[in-house]
């Protein structure tokens, strides 16, 4: 009779583990883009994530457990990131996801977070005000206003010749047209440089000759280029086939350091803002050679971090440092109280790590630095640095 009721015991307490009274690893959601229009940006992150999880496991886990990432490939669309949020949440009992990659994602999942009572950390979206009045929408991204601000900030300091500025924009990339068609002329406005009409390009567009040439006959000082990297490069190409002297500049859209074989020797005095720069601690240093080598043995290709492959890396050490600190054991039972947990934990975070030291979250988006960076002699250089602002 003793040994039955020992037998029940164990049979219930092994019905207990399994039904998540305990558990093994602690689950973070990833809303991936592995394909997709954003394939090209997006891919390379999710070796950043790997990275950052490969440490953390290596050196114990978090509070005994190990990180498990749960990735969702969205396909760069914002209906399938809405859907990767449900699944996640709902099927995979998450304690946090990281993503969606994109602005126009995350617009949409962030929506999701909300229902669901859910962290999400977009880890590239930068369109101002996606987590306004939010309150489990957060991101490790800098605002593509505050990024573009601190540029013309630099060149009203340093007396670069600015007096008008003409605009063009890939209209079909949600972050671009957003840029083009109202943070452009916005903040050109307020630092008092005159403007044309933003002129719009499609993603698809075979012959840019049309819309360049009234550009180039206005010949002003700048060109403000939204667009991620590979239609920023069609972009400046066509600019330079038809004569453009003046400097080309832009926000952090395409400051991926691929543009310097992208743009080749047509990018020379082209400036724009950066979130990460590989020079600018010893950490972000061997982060960015690690990074190279890594992206590289898979086959991706890469001459340096973008400031979204950073950002992934650090989000995973964010959350570590936040489900530690708030001793996350990842039981099912307890998911809903963890998950808040984690929100509030974040209101308070002071996180240091190769995006820079001592950073902290205003409304739900990091307080992060930015890089002026002017390609020169064919190569990355810093033309100023601007500090995070205050929490």
């Known amino acids: 009779m003793n040994k039955f009721k020992a037998f029940v015991w164990s049979a219930l307490a092994l019905i207990l583990l399994v039904s998540g009274g305990i558990a093994d690893t602690l689950k973070i959601g990833h809303i991936a883009g592995r394909t997709g229009w954003l394939k090209g940006p997006a891919l390379s992150a999710t070796v950043a994530v790997d990275m950052a999880v490969k440490e953390i496991n290596a050196a114990g886990g978090i509070n005994g457990k190990m990180i498990e990432i749960i990735e969702f490939d969205s396909g760069s669309d914002p209906k399938q990131a809405a859907l990767a949020a449900r699944t996640l949440a709902q099927d995979h009992d998450v304690l946090a996801i990281l993503g969606p990659f994109s602005s126009g994602e995350a617009k949409v999942a962030f929506n999701v977070a909300e229902r669901e009572k859910i962290v999400m950390m977009s880890n590239a979206s930068s369109a101002p005000g996606l987590t306004k009045d939010k309150e489990w929408a957060w991101r490790i991204t800098e605002d593509e206003g505050k990024q573009f601000a601190r540029l ?4 009203q ?4 010749p600015r007096k008008s500025v003409d605009i063009v924009y890939v209209s079909d990339e949600a ?51 939204a667009g991620l990297p590979e239609n920023a490069s069609k972009t400046i190409r066509e600019l330079k086939r038809q004569g453009y002297k003046g400097r080309m500049i832009g926000s952090q859209i395409f400051a991926d350091p691929n543009i310097l074989e ?27 050679d690690r990074f190279v080598s890594e992206t590289n043995a898979v086959g991706i290709k890469k001459l340096g971090a973008h ?18 600190e708030q001793k996350i054991t990842g039981s099912k039972s307890n998911l809903e109280s963890e998950r808040l ?12 790590g190769i995006l820079g030291k001592n950073l902290c979250f205003a409304g739900n988006d990091a307080e992060l630095p930015g890089y002026v960076i002017q390609i020169k002699d064919q190569k990355w250089t810093l033309m100023a640095s601007h500090s995070p602002d205050p929490c």
Do not use: C, R
């Not at 013309?152 to 060149?155: M, S, V």
């Not at 300091?157 to 670069?160: G, L, S």
């Open 175 to 225: 972050i671009s047209a957003v840029v083009g068609e109202k943070l452009y002329p916005f903040l050109l406005k307020k630092f008092g440089i005159e403007h044309g009409k933003p002129v719009a390009i499609t993603y698809k567009s075979f012959d840019l000759a049309p819309q360049i040439a009234p550009i180039v006959a206005n010949n002003p000082d700048m060109v403000a280029v």
């Open 262 to 288: 992208l743009f080749g020797d047509l990018a020379e005095g082209t400036t724009f803002m950066a979130g990460f720069h590989a020079d600018s601690s010893p950490e972000a240093k061997a982060f960015n």
């Open 307 to 324: 400031h979204t492959d950073a950002q992934s890396y650090d989000a995973i050490h964010l959350f570590a440092k936040v489900m530690k």
């Open 341 to 352: 947990a984690i929100k509030e934990g974040l209101k308070t975070v002071n996180f240091s």
């Open 152 to 155: 013309l900030k630099t060149f």
């Open 157 to 160: 300091e340093m007396d670069v």
